[in-house]
């Protein structure tokens, strides 16, 4: 019985503070959905200015216009809570951890949202107005370009996911030299086959254009490089003994 104490309280511990992010997660929610429309519109802009001048965007679906910005919003929500959400991550392992360890995983928490938010924005800013202007223009003579804004939803979350995920290359590296799995110095070693991933990436996960696979894989390959020096920097005892 003493032993499943430390267990209950654990699961005691997860549910409030499960409770404690979906509840911020709503408020969030309620506070951005009388603006779902204009969040809709803002998101859209990107393949708006690259239709032609007579072309729109259509709803195919008899809700679509009511579930497509509500769906929107919410996955906005989520992800503005992110930051709250890894505080509570953060604060139910924070007692396992020894002193130097919670010295850097406050600093990874915090950078991972960041570099998330940043491939959100490189994406929206960057990638989507070449993209879509690349697939606007290959469209076959008297076609016209009329995505269905729940298509259009779908396509822009995916690549959001995408992004944000790609720009977690740095965490990735600090924390596999900081477990022990590997040096900076064995990764470097690697360097050739993460730039030909990188691009292979970029293929994957973009139009297929050199110069939009070159915006993915040159700052992916950028966010290796920096991983690689956060990695020396943070993680010196680790990286001690034969490379």
Excluded at 18 to 46: C, D, E, R
Excluded at 106 to 117: D, Q, R
Excluded at 224 to 239: I, K, M, N, P
Aim: glycine share 4%; proline share 7%.
């Amino acid at each position: 019985m003493n032993k499943s104490q430390p267990l209950i309280s654990h699961l005691i511990e997860i549910r409030n503070r499960l409770l404690k992010i979906i509840l911020t997660v709503l408020i969030i929610f309620i506070v951005m959905v009388g603006f779902a429309n204009n969040i809709y519109s803002w998101t859209a802009q990107p393949l708006l200015q690259a239709l032609p001048e007579n072309s729109s965007m259509i709803a195919t679906g008899v809700a679509t216009p009511f579930l497509t910005p509500f769906k929107l919003t919410m996955v906005l929500s989520i992800f503005a809570a992110m930051p709250y959400t890894l505080y509570h991550i953060w604060a139910f392992i924070a007692p396992a951890l020894y002193k130097d360890e919670k010295r850097l995983v406050a600093p990874l928490m915090f950078s991972s949202s960041l570099l998330f938010y940043s491939g959100i924005a490189f994406a929206y800013f960057v990638v989507f107005p070449l993209a879509f202007q690349f697939f606007v223009g290959t469209a076959p003579e008297g076609v016209t370009v009329s995505t269905d804004i729940n298509s259009y939803l779908d396509f822009v979350l995916k690549l959001f996911f995408a992004f944000g995920i790609s720009f977690q290359i740095p965490i990735a590296i600090i924390l596999i030299v900081w477990t022990g799995i590997s040096t900076p110095a064995a990764i470097a070693e690697k360097r050739r086959f993460v730039v030909v991933g990188a691009f292979i990436a970029g293929m994957l996960l973009t139009p297929p254009d050199i110069i939009s696979q070159s915006l993915l894989a040159i700052p992916m390959w950028f966010l290796f490089e920096f991983g690689l020096v956060c990695a020396r920097f943070y993680c010196r005892s680790t990286c001690e003994g034969p490379n």
